[in-house]
């Protein structure tokens, strides 16, 4: 009987009403890390209740690429996709990351950060965002993450994060919701894990359109706010 062997690498991409883009997203990713020489799989996440063809575009991928392997959630959310994923993930590294606007090129250099440096967590930091608001309102949420939880990263929602399977706490993550990132980072800052963070120049679209706004924005303040009181300040 052959044995399957594992991954090193497992790319964890929840999937929300993309038909317009996730078949091209997924296999330029597997081109570019097939390039990279880089043992892989992905795990598209399609999570919630779809409106479009999303889950067709990404078995069509799937079937034709067996390193494509994906998960179908009936409940939909960022946390709830990031967890099933990195639940479901078999490498040695596992990465989640935002399947609309991550390029290629960004997922390949923070992968190659990781597997050169095994015992570091690699994140993503954004260097541009589409608007004065969206600009302004990440540095607040950041500024409070920071102030509350003692971090030194200054972009808690960025992607690619890239970790290795030996860090388990970060297997453990229960956030469901958006403050799944933050969750990430407070807890990386509790067990000591190393970061290191790669600039990341573009936050263009692949296509779809953005589900943050500002009902969601004023949630995440008092989330992180509700998940401080709850975890306490580290020392």
Known sequence: M????????SVVLPVYNQADHIAKTLTDHAQALTEAELDFELVPVVNGTQRDQTLEECQRVSSADPRVRVEVLARGGWGVA???GVAQARGDWICYTNSARTQSEDLVRCLRYATAYPGTIVVASRRI??????????????????FFFNLA???????????????????ELEREDDLIDLEFHAIASREHYPLVEVPVVSAARHGGKSTTNFRAAWAMYAGAFALARKMGKPQ
Do not use: M, Q
């Not at 052959?2 to 690498?9: D, E, F, I, L, M």
């Open 153 to 171: 990263s200054w972009d808690i929602n960025g992607t690619p994060k890239v970790f290795p399977r030996t860090f388990e706490r970060l297997l």
């Open 129 to 146: 965002r589409e608007s004065v608001h969206r600009r302004i309102g990440s540095v607040l949420y950041n500024f409070e993450c920071r």
């Open 82 to 84: 990031v967890r099933h």
């Open 2 to 9: 052959s044995v399957v062997k594992a991954p090193r690498v």
